[in-house]
């Protein structure tokens, strides 16, 4: 590996880091919010990312994908964030705002960065904008991937919400949940359209950036 793909590698991964931190301080600050402290207690309320790191999930099995896949796809997790939802003043409310806050502010996150990116292109400075685009990219890749509604993903928490799926059913599906995500992954037919999706948003940010700007 040159060095040259060292430097990607960095770069990307502190993206996906601050990525995972913005995801994971969205599902405990919106829970304190509505009223459960048990993330606050926890020390998760926090942009710190040493508070949201798994070492698996956020070191160990990125950074192996960084460094031994030659298109820089990252595969990773945090540390869950433990909410009480009997906390709440309407549970089934609350689990889905909590479920659907870590990936919104990913997808919001990611707009502001192309923002920015637009912003500096304005003024020629193309590096920067090089990498706000590879930051947007990623964000908007993390809040997409996460919102499919399958467990382990907060897609499938926003759906038992939504449905009013009983709690027995759900751990149920959620047996099979990351067999399914390993065969997603490995699909070319997901892949595809997940890419597709991706750059839509993506352009889509593009031309309000652009109308802004």
């Not at 960084?66 to 869950?80: D, E, N």
């Not at 960065?113 to 990623?138: M, Y």
Request: charged share 10%; net charge neutral; with cysteine.
């Amino acid at each position: 590996m040159s060095i040259q793909d060292l430097e990607r590698v960095f770069i990307y991964y502190l993206w996906f880091l601050l990525a995972l931190t913005i995801h994971e301080w969205g599902h405990a600050w919106i829970a304190g919010r509505l009223g459960d402290d048990t993330p606050r207690i926890e020390g998760r309320v926090t942009l710190n990312p040493l508070a949201h790191i798994s070492f698996l999930g956020t070191v160990i099995i990125p950074l192996f994908i960084l460094l031994c896949s030659p298109g820089f796809v990252i595969v990773g997790w945090g540390k869950p964030v433990v909410i009480n939802s009997n906390n709440f003043k309407y549970r089934r409310l609350g689990d889905m705002l909590c479920s659907f806050m870590g990936p919104f502010l990913n997808l919001v996150f990611s707009f502001l960065v192309l923002l920015l990116g637009t912003l500096v292109l304005e003024k020629n400075n193309s590096s920067l904008s090089h990498l706000c685009s590879i930051g947007a990219t990623i964000n908007v890749s993390f809040g997409l991937f996460n919102l499919i509604p399958i467990p382990p993903l907060d897609g499938a928490n926003v759906l038992k919400s939504i449905v009013g799926m009983k709690e027995a059913t759900f751990i149920a599906c959620s047996q099979w949940g990351f067999i399914i995500l390993l065969l997603l992954i490995n699909s070319p037919i997901f892949a595809h359209y997940f890419s597709e999706a991706s750059y839509s948003l993506l352009s889509f940010y593009w031309k309000i950036c652009h109308l802004l700007l």
